[in-house]
């Protein structure tokens, strides 16, 4: 979910600079500050709002989104943006990528996102950004090589706004890595529990402690932030001694705030899973396990679609490892009201599917999917839009 406090004003979306040598990422970016904001300046310039007041990039009206390269004075030349050959870089297991790789997180530092971009890429520049979309355009644009996102925390559920822009955008899915989210209650120093009156954080952060806040006592106002990290900073700049962050370790260290309770999720085993995304696909090893991920649709009421679809699987013993539906965008059921005013309703879905399988029966089931729905489904009236494979 990438969700603002319902009580401060929206911000726009942009990349963020580092804000000071304590606030940077653990590997630092290779700009200075002036020439990293011009290349904020410049992304914000290519990006323009659509009617539903979300960022895009050069997008047409379908959100296709058109890199704007000749106006980031800061990036290579057209011409070396060009596609380039595979290399064997390209070609190994993604989370070994590793040695500076530019990649691009939601949140700002200390934020649980930037541990997971740098458990994904060890020796990685982490380049902060505002928005989920945002990380995704900035890969589209070069700007960053790869994005790591959340899709699904153990305690909270499924990152909905991600699944949507994974179909928006053209990136693939290059690897996946869990990060154990450790939550601690974070104040100014000297601050004293019994003074707070409000509790600031991302949404599924706050979700994921509510039961341990509510037996502290700690029954005040909760208020949904942009991130974890981001909230530490906001209690830490604006002084707020009524007011605690659910954030890490880490935030408090770099906002100077004191840990007032540590471990505060409701589940010691919480986990968020990421996904690495890149501009071009990789083969996965073979040697390793791999997952493989694919979103369709069909074009029939009813069922039996879907029960023939995860059908093929069973019948392959090809084990699912997760299965999400999303409202189909473009294929909203029209409702009409007693006043005969016509409203789009999302009834229809898209489905998406990650799957585990051997590679001899993954490569044949991919085969399938290549060749055309008819086969893979079993029914000529599934679509399917979009397929990834990485190595886990
Ligand atoms: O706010 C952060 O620190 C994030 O990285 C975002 C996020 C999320 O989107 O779910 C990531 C992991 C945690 O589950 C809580 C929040």
Redo the contacts with the bound molecule.
């Keep these: ?2 969700t603002a406090a319902a009580s401060l004003a929206p911000r726009p979306a942009q990349i963020r600079p580092p804000r000071s040598t304590a606030a940077r990422p653990p590997c630092a970016i290779p700009f200075s500050r002036a020439d990293w904001q011009t290349t904020c300046a410049a992304i914000l310039a290519t990006t323009s709002t659509n009617a539903n007041g979300s960022p895009r990039v050069n997008g047409d009206s379908n959100n296709n989104m058109k890199p704007a390269l000749a106006d980031l004075d800061l990036l290579p030349p057209v011409s070396s943006n060009l596609p380039r050959p595979l290399s064997i870089t390209d070609l190994s297991p993604a989370p070994m990528h590793g040695s500076q790789l530019r990649v691009a ?3 700002v530092p200390g ?4 541990a ?1 971009a740098a458990k994904a890429y060890p020796s990685c520049d982490a380049i902060p950004c505002d928005h989920f979309e945002v990380a995704f355009q900035a890969v589209e644009l070069w700007i960053a090589d790869r994005a790591v996102l ?1 899709v699904e ?1 153990s305690l ?1 559920g499924s ?1 909905h706004r991600n699944y949507d822009l994974l179909l928006r955008h053209r990136l693939h899915i290059v690897g996946e890595v869990q ?1 154990p ?1 450790h939550h601690c209650l974070l104040a100014l120093p000297g601050v004293r529990r019994e003074l707070l009156t409000r509790v600031i ?2 949404p ?2 706050l979700a ?1 402690c509510e039961l341990t806040l509510n037996a502290m006592g700690l029954n005040v106002a909760r208020e949904a932030f942009d ?4 909230a530490a900073e906001h209690v830490a700049a604006a002084g707020l001694r009524d007011t605690a962050a659910i ?2 370790a880490r935030a408090a260290d770099l906002y100077g705030l004191q840990v007032l309770a540590d471990g505060i999720q409701d589940d010691a085993g ?1 986990v ?1 899973r990421f996904v690495m995304l890149a501009r071009e696909p990789i083969i996965p090893r073979t040697d390793r396990p791999f997952k493989t991920s694919i979103v369709f649709a069909h074009d029939r009421e009813g069922t039996s679609v879907l029960f023939k679809v995860l059908s093929a699987f069973a019948f392959r013993d090809i084990s699912l490892t997760k299965i999400e539906s999303r409202p189909h965008r473009h294929r909203p059921i029209r409702l009409v009201d007693d006043a005969n005013v016509g409203t789009a309703k999302h009834f229809e879905y898209m489905f998406y599917i990650d799957f585990q399988a051997p590679w001899r029966r993954n490569v044949f089931f991919l085969g399938l999917v290549a060749d055309g729905a008819n086969e893979f489904t079993l029914d000529r009236n599934v679509i399917v839009t979009e397929s990834s494979v990485w190595t886990v």
């Design positions: 979910m990438e997180y939601q949140g934020a649980y996102s930037e997971a959340p925390n909270g990152i990060l989210v954080s991302h599924q952060a994921q991130d974890t990290a981001a954030a890490s919480n968020t």
